[in-house]
């Protein structure tokens, strides 16, 4: 098997995941074992009906990688915290997971970071962050402000998860095969995203839910959070008052602005909150 070329069976499951993947890119097959035929710039993929699988091409082994059936191989994977809380950072982190991370990884718990509770967050978070090789971005909610003026929230998690990898590399780290992203946009899109960055880093695969199939996205969401929450307790500390999390508890969070403004100003809020919430409409048209 040359690098070029990789062929294998596959489960049911990941062969709808393939043709879902990439459904815009089948194409006719007169061939009376092919099941389908996909062809998408330097990838071909055959599916046959025995459930046989041939990736060919440039990009084969990059997309042959995420549907090897291996429950314990080495991967990088990203995630994002803070983007749907009123108050509070946007944070990113990117992770490595290695081979022999896995038993931690299973005595740990790690999985999503929005199924385990902020305490055992708190209390794994230092373990997490000494274990694993890992980039953390910390956007406050001033320079959020700011760059939001120009660039939509997806704009601005692309660039950050690209940052992250990019300083994965700058730190000297032998990168894996593939990492994965949550998927908040669709790829081409996220590309367009960073048309203007410097540095692209390109081996990614988009998925949905992606922090629950792949523990090094799991790791980065799990550190995030860590990382969101302790930004979230200096804001408090700071400011001398409580700050709710999230965006669905109205009442509290329009308290919480009351109490700030009258405390600190109108013009402070973009110190603490980000201003295109429609929590802020009723305060800063004053």
């Not at 406050?140 to 992250?164: C, F, G, P």
């Not at 730190?171 to 081409?188: L, T």
């Amino acid at each position: 098997m040359d690098m070029g070329n990789f062929s294998f069976k596959l489960s049911k499951e990941n062969i709808n995941k393939i043709k879902s993947t990439f459904k815009e890119f089948i194409k006719p097959n007169a061939n009376e074992y092919v099941d389908t035929f996909i062809q998408k710039d330097d990838l071909t993929i055959t599916i046959y009906k025995s459930d046989k699988v041939v990736f060919q091409g440039n990009d084969a082994f990059f997309y042959a990688s995420s549907y090897i059936e291996t429950k314990r191989n080495r991967h990088g994977g990203s995630d994002e915290v803070g983007t749907g809380d009123v108050f509070g950072p946007v944070v990113v982190c990117a992770t490595i997971v290695e081979e022999d991370d896995y038993p931690f990884i299973e005595e740990m718990n790690i999985t999503d970071s929005k199924k385990l509770t902020d305490d055992y967050i708190r209390k794994i978070g230092p373990q997490l962050i000494e274990r694993f090789k890992h980039s953390l971005l910390i956007l406050d909610n001033e320079k959020y402000n700011r760059v939001h003026e120009s660039n939509n929230l997806n704009a601005i998690k692309a660039k950050m998860h690209n940052q992250a990898y990019i300083n994965l590399i700058n730190k000297g780290y032998d990168m894996p095969r593939v990492s994965y992203i949550d998927q908040f946009c669709e790829e081409d899109l996220y590309y367009k995203y960073l048309i203007n960055e410097k540095n692209v880093y390109h081996n990614l695969l988009f998925e949905t839910k992606a922090e629950s199939k792949y523990p090094a996205v799991a790791v980065g969401s799990i550190i995030s959070r860590f990382a969101f929450l302790n930004c979230m307790d200096k804001l408090e500390e700071l400011y001398k008052m409580k700050f709710p999390k999230g965006s669905s508890d109205t009442e509290n969070i329009d308290k919480a602005i009351n109490e700030y403004i009258q405390k600190y100003g109108i013009d402070n809020l973009n110190k603490v909150g980000k201003l295109h919430f429609a929590n802020f409409n009723k305060y800063l048209k004053r």
